[in-house]
């Protein structure tokens, strides 16, 4: 069985970082496309970031380039979000999820891992505030 579990998260104030983690386990992690997705407070669940195990050509919303960093650690079965100068409008509880995709997998453009109903795996999610 396949298990999401995400840590990380808090409360900091505008303009600071957070690492958000994902351990992967009771799966083959170099299967995995890997994303994460938020959900602010009366907002629908949106795409955030997103990578393939093998970490190339990620994909970030627009709200994320610039600031966010999706990474991963194949040794870890660990994915990590970072996260730079935060905003208020960064508040959500953030979750990790992966898609069983074979080890071949590759994807490339703007559309990359940011379907939410393609993904199998579902964190419990992380919750993060930040203040103005």
């Known amino acids: 069985q396949v298990q999401l579990v995400e840590s990380g998260g808090g409360l900091v104030q505008a303009g600071s970082s957070l690492r958000l983690s994902c351990a992967v386990s009771?799966?083959?992690?170099?299967?995995?496309?890997m994303g994460w997705f938020r959900q602010a407070p009366g907002k629908d669940r949106e795409f955030v970031a997103g990578i393939n195990w093998s970490g190339s050509s990620p994909n970030y919303a627009d709200s994320a380039k610039g600031r966010f960093t999706i990474s991963l650690d194949n040794t870890k079965n660990t994915v990590y979000l970072q996260m730079d100068s935060l905003k208020p409008e960064d508040t959500a509880v953030y979750y990790c999820?992966?898609?069983?995709?074979?080890?071949?997998?590759?994807?490339?453009?703007?559309?990359?891992?940011?379907?939410?109903?393609?993904?199998?795996?579902w964190g419990h999610g992380a919750q993060i505030t930040v203040s103005a």
């Open positions: 009771g799966g083959t992690f170099t299967n995995f496309a």
């Open positions: 999820a992966a898609e069983n995709k074979g080890p071949n997998y590759w994807c490339s453009g703007s559309t990359c891992y940011a379907a939410e109903s393609a993904y199998d795996y």
